[in-house]
């Protein structure tokens, strides 16, 4: 996993989270989210090279929480592989959920692939103590050669 990020690509993300926070929040966890910070992952087994744009809870520490929270998304990614191996170059992937003292209390997901989802995050408790929002956005990396 390593962060990394260009002008272009911060430009992209900031666009897409932006859409996401104008949508129906009926539905969705509701806390104001912090800047997000992008993650690049690499293919593991059937899971495609892809990034991941993730936000937390303003006011949270994004760069202590960005190795746990991308590490158990990206194992849930290998769980429900189609997350992102159905997703076209320009489609993203949005997992929006709470965590309330570690355990998972909203999730908002494609139905397609929700149970899955839902299954993974609460498999366990997080190491997240209080109240957390978070945004994660994946899409594919495409290379160049594609």
Same mark, same amino acid.
């Given at each position: ?13 900031? /666009? /897409? ?10 539905? $969705? ?21 892809? $990034? ?16 746990? /929270? ?18 076209? &170059? $320009? ?48 899409? &594919? ?6």
């Amino acid at each position: 996993m390593r962060a990394s990020l260009d002008s272009c690509t911060w430009l992209s993300w900031g /666009i /897409i989270l932006l859409c996401v926070s104008c949508g129906d929040r009926e539905h $969705e966890p509701r806390g104001e989210l912090g800047e997000p910070a992008l993650v690049q992952l690499d293919a593991a087994g059937s899971t495609a090279r892809y $990034e991941m744009a993730l936000a937390v809870s303003r006011g949270a520490k994004l760069d202590e929480l960005v190795a746990p /929270i991308s590490g158990r998304l990206h194992r849930v990614v290998q769980v429900c592989p189609t997350l992102v191996s159905e997703l076209g &170059p $320009e489609q993203v992937a949005t997992l929006r959920f709470s965590l309330s003292n570690g355990v998972v209390t909203e999730l908002l997901a494609s139905a397609e692939v929700e149970a899955c989802v839902a299954s993974e995050l609460g498999s366990r408790p997080w190491n997240v103590p209080g109240k957390l929002d978070v945004l994660a956005q994946l899409r &594919p990396v495409v290379s160049e050669d594609e």
